[in-house]
């Protein structure tokens, strides 16, 4: 999004005044700009920049889930008891509507099984903000996708992660593959914009290419690669991360591939960005929700180290179903609870956040690399493999000699888990 804020003010805006006035009317894109002027003031024009609130929220609503996720984040499947209540939730749209967030993506567990879901979406749209659904889409039916036609959903993000049934329940569970499929059909036959994520193990590493192109035939208009992160349920399942090498080869595989097909490849992989400038492909990756196609001889291609790499803690956060604010979705560091605490001064006060913004001080390769500013690597994956926001992302080909020292720690860990 903060791309987006960027290039209609700063380039296309520029030679049409007629956009400046279109852009303006619209709630998201007056808040998006106002975070970004905001920040500068706040923070200065730093690279890589944190605007004054987060752009985007991504909102767990609830962990109840009709399905159980080898790899859930989440570890969803039945409603915990201390979830928000129903005006609980509308107190925390509020919240966040008055700290001056944009865009709300509303995630779980599955968020099309909480009863009050389309509540949510009302007070959403009320306070000028828009929002996104990710969903499992087994309940994705065509009642529910003409009703989130109707209010405007921006993107409906389905999981994908098996171009045949039975890699896909594997993952997800019995007979999943089908109902997902369906629910994909009934998004795209009412004019949503649907786009596949699928988390990339070694079970479904060669399968990437399938997924893509079943993708396309469903009439998805995205595919984005989601990093294996080891939390939640993904910690029983660590030894199933792809190496360095195979995320080297599967970035530049979508670089190659989005040159020749008709739907946009992405990745939540900060290193895509490396990989797109190092391949000469015109395309940068701005952030995980964010990635955008950008000339290389553009004026806009300066932007990349502004706002380039992983948006945890810069761009956006996470809220809990039951109230904790953190910062990503699969980084479980309580910073308050949106029950009892200011939104806003969350964002601005943390001591986590304040270290995941200081890339200066990363250690390892991760803090020394000449690509910082455009990648940083996942805070994500840092943490979940040494417990460190500032730690080395692993994934990396750059930094291929830390995990093969770690991955025999891994191997060791998962042999006692397993005996």
């Given at each position: 999004?903060?791309?987006?804020?960027?290039?209609?003010f700063?380039?296309?805006?520029a030679?049409?005044?007629?956009?400046?006035?279109?852009?303006?009317?619209?709630?998201?894109?007056?808040?998006?700009?106002a975070s970004?002027?905001?920040?500068?003031?706040?923070?200065?024009?730093k690279?890589?920049?944190?605007?004054?609130?987060?752009?985007?929220?991504?909102w767990?609503?609830?962990?109840?889930?009709?399905?159980?996720?080898?790899?859930?984040?989440?570890?969803?499947?039945?409603?915990?008891?201390?979830e928000?209540?129903?005006?609980?939730?509308?107190?925390?749209v509020?919240?966040?509507a008055?700290?001056?967030?944009?865009?709300?993506?509303?995630?779980?567990?599955?968020?099309?099984?909480r009863?009050?879901?389309?509540?949510?979406?009302?007070?959403?749209?009320?306070?000028?903000?828009?929002?996104s659904?990710?969903?499992?889409?087994?309940?994705?039916?065509?009642?529910?996708?003409?009703?989130?036609?109707?209010?405007?959903?921006?993107?409906?993000?389905?999981?994908?992660?098996?171009?045949?049934?039975?890699?896909?329940?594997?993952?997800?569970?019995?007979?999943?593959?089908?109902?997902?499929?369906?629910?994909?059909?009934?998004?795209?036959?009412?004019?949503?914009?649907?786009?596949?994520?699928?988390t990339?193990?070694?079970?479904?590493?060669?399968?990437?290419?399938?997924?893509?192109?079943?993708?396309?035939?469903l009439?998805?208009?995205?595919?984005?690669?989601?990093?294996?992160?080891?939390?939640?349920?993904?910690?029983d399942?660590?030894?199933?991360?792809?190496?360095p090498?195979?995320?080297e080869?599967?970035?530049?595989m979508l670089?190659?591939?989005?040159?020749?097909r008709?739907?946009?490849?992405?990745?939540?992989?900060?290193?895509?960005s490396?990989?797109?400038?190092?391949?000469?492909?015109?395309?940068?990756?701005?952030?995980?929700?964010?990635?955008?196609?950008?000339?290389?001889?553009?004026?806009?291609?300066?932007?990349?180290?502004?706002?380039?790499?992983?948006?945890?803690?810069?761009l956006?956060?996470?809220?809990?179903?039951?109230?904790k604010?953190?910062?990503?979705?699969?980084?479980?560091?309580?910073?308050?609870?949106?029950?009892?605490?200011?939104?806003?001064?969350?964002?601005?006060?943390?001591?986590?956040l304040?270290?995941?913004?200081?890339r200066?001080?990363?250690?390892?390769?991760?803090?020394?690399?000449?690509?910082?500013?455009?990648?940083g690597?996942?805070?994500?994956r840092?943490?979940?493999?040494?417990g460190?926001?500032?730690?080395?992302?692993?994934?990396?080909?750059?930094?291929?000699?830390?995990?093969?020292?770690?991955?025999?720690?891994i191997?060791?860990?998962?042999?006692?888990?397993k005996?």
């Amino acid at each position: 999004m903060i791309k987006g804020v960027m290039n209609k003010f700063l380039n296309e805006s520029a030679g049409n005044k007629n956009d400046v006035v279109t852009y303006l009317q619209d709630s998201m894109w007056r808040k998006g700009l106002a975070s970004v002027l905001e920040g500068i003031a706040e923070w200065g024009p730093k690279k890589p920049f944190t605007s004054y609130a987060p752009f985007l929220v991504v909102w767990n609503i609830t962990r109840n889930c009709n399905l159980r996720c080898k790899h859930c984040y989440a570890f969803a499947g039945t409603k915990d008891p201390n979830e928000l209540t129903d005006g609980e939730t509308i107190m925390a749209v509020d919240k966040m509507a008055d700290a001056g967030v944009a865009y709300i993506a509303l995630s779980g567990g599955e968020p099309l099984i909480r009863p009050n879901v389309y509540n949510i979406i009302d007070r959403i749209l009320e306070r000028g903000l828009s929002f996104s659904i990710a969903t499992n889409a087994t309940l994705l039916t065509k009642e529910h996708a003409k009703k989130l036609k109707e209010k405007n959903c921006l993107f409906v993000q389905v999981s994908v992660d098996g171009a045949k049934a039975e890699t896909h329940n594997n993952f997800r569970g019995k007979n999943a593959f089908e109902l997902t499929c369906q629910g994909i059909r009934n998004a795209v036959a009412e004019g949503l914009h649907v786009g596949i994520s699928c988390t990339v193990t070694q079970h479904n590493y060669s399968e990437v290419k399938d997924i893509i192109e079943l993708a396309e035939k469903l009439g998805a208009k995205t595919f984005m690669h989601y990093n294996f992160i080891p939390t939640g349920r993904g910690t029983d399942i660590i030894d199933t991360d792809i190496t360095p090498s195979q995320r080297e080869d599967l970035l530049k595989m979508l670089v190659r591939e989005s040159k020749k097909r008709n739907i946009l490849l992405l990745s939540t992989a900060c290193q895509f960005s490396r990989i797109c400038m190092e391949n000469d492909a015109a395309m940068i990756a701005m952030t995980h929700f964010d990635n955008s196609r950008i000339g290389k001889d553009s004026n806009l291609s300066i932007l990349a180290d502004f706002v380039g790499g992983c948006g945890t803690g810069r761009l956006y956060c996470a809220l809990n179903y039951d109230g904790k604010i953190t910062p990503c979705v699969f980084i479980p560091i309580e910073l308050g609870n949106i029950r009892k605490d200011d939104f806003l001064k969350v964002w601005l006060n943390s001591d986590v956040l304040k270290k995941i913004r200081d890339r200066e001080h990363f250690r390892g390769r991760c803090g020394s690399c000449g690509y910082r500013n455009v990648c940083g690597g996942c805070r994500a994956r840092a943490y979940g493999y040494y417990g460190d926001v500032q730690a080395s992302d692993v994934g990396c080909i750059l930094n291929e000699d830390e995990w093969n020292k770690l991955k025999t720690t891994i191997k060791t860990k998962t042999a006692r888990s397993k005996a």
